[in-house]
């Protein structure tokens, strides 16, 4: 894999976007060759083809032995030869001048914001068969919304028949929709509303592991079918009667559960609820992809692939080493994963699911692929593809793994991530999701705020998490008994400050954070300085063309401020991002720094308070605690 060389580390005037572009120049290369084919030129070659280019003495010769109506068509030859090459000259100069400097054409998927929509909390309509949950209806009920924030793509999590162990990330059957979120008819009539609305829907797919209540898996343990068996991974006890190996499941405990009817321990790596598919087998190849297909065919606009490096497992099943930098928090660290994670071939399995997504893709209409990697920088990295024929992007997970949010940790977080790209890569960052604390928590609703704009403003695609646009925030007193820790971030959506936050009119699944009475869709739509207006100004303000394409310089700002310049390759739009960390003013000085243009005064176009938009020369910009501004550029 090539990487881009990190040439200077404050310095990364990058165009992460302008590798394929061709110059008008291009189509022009036989201008130059023409232009030296000179006179003499023009003798060389008439000789080199009449007598094979015998010198000098040979051509006085053949000159002097051609009569006069020859010589005259030579000169008009001549002639016809020069003026056509300088026409073909001051046409290209011409076109080279007149031409509109071409941008990179962006798809979709890299100009919208893709909004996670955690199914069970966002709106229960009542039409699933459970009450309190969130169902397909009830999202489309709120598509409006969606539509009015800018959002352009919604992700939903799995929506499939499940037994829910995991919320759905153990699917027992891949084509049926959950009964609890609705029926088939009602995902076509979500993903048709999604469409009319000009919006794109994109699918969770659970490759992995499918739930042990799949036919498959019941094949094989209920009705000891060898064809299924092979489906999952089994391995005899050890010499002691123990687990084969000493692998562990992310859940706590060993990987392996056993099964007494076979006298064999399956393999899964999330819950024993969940067994590990084996993609040794090309028969399960076969059926996932028909499932791709499946979705594909009925129009979806993508996918987001969940688990990625837990796809292959060492072919020898040997032991994992123990982890020297553990640091006794959580046990499933005490193991370095490489027996089970990133396994050679991964790369070859994501290879072959893009092809068959891409079949479905054309220029017009292109699906996305995103795939979930949790993995160190240069890992997640690989799965953009050596040849771009993986995902479109892994999620970018830094900053969910940021733990000190101070501006110089983050600074570095986004260096690393910036620095590390593929050339040509397309970037994206995430705030927030339904396996992570949310960020109103980990950092505070001030904060969240900026980061609302950090999100929003770094160049690539931005994916929300449901509720972070008004700054939800984690259920701090979520009851032990049947709960996963998790569900602390998966709280129904607030809307208003009725009963149940307007979710549902039963009891939801998992009780509403106290604090909807205030942070609330509809109290925040009121309030014109609330974070869901300055959620909607940034994500309108991320079509201007500043902020759209590849192209970021980090500014050398003061040590508690993160200042970066967007810009529109080979044109005048510029945009300069400033976001105070600190919990004081500060005045940042940008008139000396590099990538601020000099000549050039600048509007602020958004403050994280809502409370100013004067015009600024480019000189002293004043901060308030926590605040954030997106400056563009005035002409
Ligand atoms: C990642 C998903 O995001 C998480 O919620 C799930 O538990 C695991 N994969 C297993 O599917």
Redesign the pocket.
Known sequence: MSYKPLSNEDDYPLDKDEGARTTPLEHFGSVDEDDELSDDTAKKVFVDEKDGGNGDHELSKSIGNVGPGFRIARYILTAMIFLTVAGLITGSIVLIITSPSCSPKLNWWQTSVIYQVYPQSFQDSGSGNTSGYGDLNGIRSRLDYLKDLGVEAIWLNPIYASPMV?NG?DVSDYRAINPRYGTMGDFHNLLSAVHQKNMRLLLDF?PNHTSDQHKWFQMCVANNSQHFCDYYVWRDSDSFGGPPNNWLSIFGGSAWTYVEAKDQYYLHQ?YPE?PDLNYRNKNVKEEIKNILEYWLDMGIDGFRV??VPFLLEDKEFRNESTNPDYNGTNPFDELIHNYTQNVLGVHAIVQEWRETVDCYSDSDDEKVFIG?VYSSVDTVMEYYGTKKDEFDFPFNFILIDTEAWNATAVREAIKEWWGALPKDAWSNWVLGN??NPRIGTRVGLNLARALNMLLLTLPGTATSYYGDEIGMTNLEDLPVDGYDERDAERTPMQWNAEENAGFSNSTPWVPVVANYTTVNVEVQTNNNQSMLELYRMLVHLRKNEALKYARFNLLNTSENVIGYRRDKPDADNVAIVLINFANFAITEDISALEHVPKERKFRIAVSTWLNRTEIVDNAAVELGPFEGVVLLATL
């Open positions: 995991d990330y659970v999330f969940q969940d688990a979930e339904h396996d």
